[in-house]
């Protein structure tokens, strides 16, 4: 008569062989599992421990292992709810026409003022000696460009969004509040306009700019406006041509 162990030994050498055939027939789905499932009849092997909640501080997905391993990157202003966001939020516009760029400058104004050609989708921070800081933006949509003077009332860091009545009335399936962050289409910075509702603002698309894109607000690439935000103080004149 076999013993136990003769028994045992006989079934692991025919599991070993099926097993072998299968893992040639099914690669990567024996390892670690198949010996635990020897061992234990558990064919799933050690349970995987899941994330937390499956989201970050900001809404956004976790980073797994199955992800490419994250660079270190530049931060740049706390947001007022959890952590800065890091420099790939902060995407460049690819069209290199719209690049932050000096540029020699005799158009209207004068040093400190800010001059937004609507027309050429360039926005000019006037500097002295006949130069100029100049910025790729986006502007309003057929219908909502606009021209005129006006002061910077205001600036926020990472706004908060609430749109207005007529904004909603266009578009009812807008959230009626958003919280500032690096999904907010108000982006990392916002100068008000005067008393209007316009603003200077940053962007989470900034593949628009360049383009007629807004309900009239000035948009510009968070990083741009970032820049432009700490050179104006409030009660700069923005003349829009």
């Avoid at 030994?9 to 097993?19: D, N, Y």
């Avoid at 009626?176 to 316009?198: F, I, K, V």
Wanted: net charge positive; charged share 20%.
């Amino acid at each position: 008569m076999r013993t136990k162990w003769s028994v045992a030994l006989a079934a692991l050498a025919v599991m070993g062989s099926s097993g072998a055939a299968l893992a040639q027939a099914r690669p990567g789905q024996y390892g670690g599992g198949f010996i635990e499932y020897l061992m234990t009849g558990d064919a799933y092997g050690p349970a995987r421990r899941p994330a937390v909640d499956g989201y970050g501080a900001l809404g956004g997905p976790r980073h797994t292992a199955t992800e490419p391993a994250m660079q270190p990157r530049a931060r740049f202003a706390a947001l007022p709810t959890g952590p800065a966001p890091e420099e790939a939020t902060i995407t460049r516009a690819v069209d290199p026409r719209y690049a932050r760029q000096v540029v020699a400058y005799d158009g209207p104004g004068r040093a400190g003022q800010i001059v937004i050609d609507t027309n050429a989708k360039y926005l000019y921070l006037i500097q002295p000696g006949g130069q100029a800081i100049r910025y790729g933006i986006g502007v309003g949509r057929p219908g909502f460009v606009w021209t005129g003077a006006k002061t910077i009332s205001a600036k926020r860091e990472w706004p908060d969004w609430t749109p207005p009545a007529e904004m909603l009335r266009r578009r009812p399936d807008l959230p009626r509040h958003m919280a500032g962050g690096p999904e907010n289409p108000l982006g990392a910075r916002a100068m008000y306009l005067g008393t209007s509702l316009y603003r200077i603002h940053g962007t989470n698309e900034p593949h628009t700019i360049g383009q007629n894109v807004s309900s009239g607000c000035i948009r510009m690439m968070n990083e741009d406006v970032i820049d432009l935000y700490e050179r104006t103080p409030v009660g700069t004149r923005v003349e829009v041509i």
